[in-house]
């Protein structure tokens, strides 16, 4: 049995037909239901209210398809359900995106961090060049070859104090270089690694 109000007859032929005041007389009995009935299910007002605004979007553009105000009536709550089960599917993709989201930072961060590193070795490369020959040769004995402070004195025919000193003075500009091409901040670990050269 179709409804009735005093102020409208609802008609099905003239709901197909795109009459705006059969779809307002359908709107107008129905979205409260329609609204309860999706919050019930989601628990969420703002969300349920999209929802129900979807559904009888959906039912407006399919108006010339309907036989009955019954199948109108099913579709409503039909519709209504499915989209409520679309917004708990996209809650339930989000929730499991979120591990893969956080890890993909996590790449990004480590990409950059690597990058910052590798420019700061280039540079701490050419830097290591521009020292002062004693100064470079006694730096890449012991950074590069891993030689102990004797094991360099003894190489060179010169005191322990001489090669420390010269070791000392090597990360001091080294240092002072980084600080002015504003690596410092990037590349702690490297200038901690600089200061603990074994010897």
């Given at each position: ?40 299910l ?8 999209d ?43 989000e929730r ?23 420019e ?11 020292l ?14 891993n ?12 005191s ?12 001091h ?27």
């Open positions: 049995m179709e409804p009735k109000s005093p102020r409208h007859i609802f008609s099905i032929t003239d709901f197909r037909e795109g009459r705006a005041l059969d779809f307002n007389y359908v709107y107008e009995s129905y979205y409260d239901t329609i609204y309860i009935f999706a919050y019930n989601i628990g969420h007002e703002a969300d349920a209210q929802i129900t605004t979807d559904t009888f979007v959906k039912l407006w553009r399919l108006h010339a398809n309907f036989e009955s105000f019954q199948n109108i009536k099913a579709f409503l709550y039909i519709t209504c359900r499915n989209g409520c089960m679309d917004y708990f599917r996209q809650i339930r993709k499991e995106a979120i591990p893969e989201i956080i890890y993909l930072q996590r790449i990004d961060e480590l990409a950059t961090s690597e990058m910052i590193d590798a700061v070795f280039t540079e701490l490369g050419k830097l290591i060049e521009k002062p020959f004693k100064c470079r040769t006694i730096f890449k004995l012991i950074y590069n070859d030689l102990s402070t004797s094991e360099v004195a003894g190489k060179l025919n010169i322990n104090q001489n090669v420390l000193n010269q070791k000392a003075r090597a990360i500009i080294l240092h002072g270089a980084l600080v002015q091409k504003l690596y410092l901040p990037l590349s702690l670990p490297l200038l901690i690694m600089l200061f603990i050269i074994p010897g």
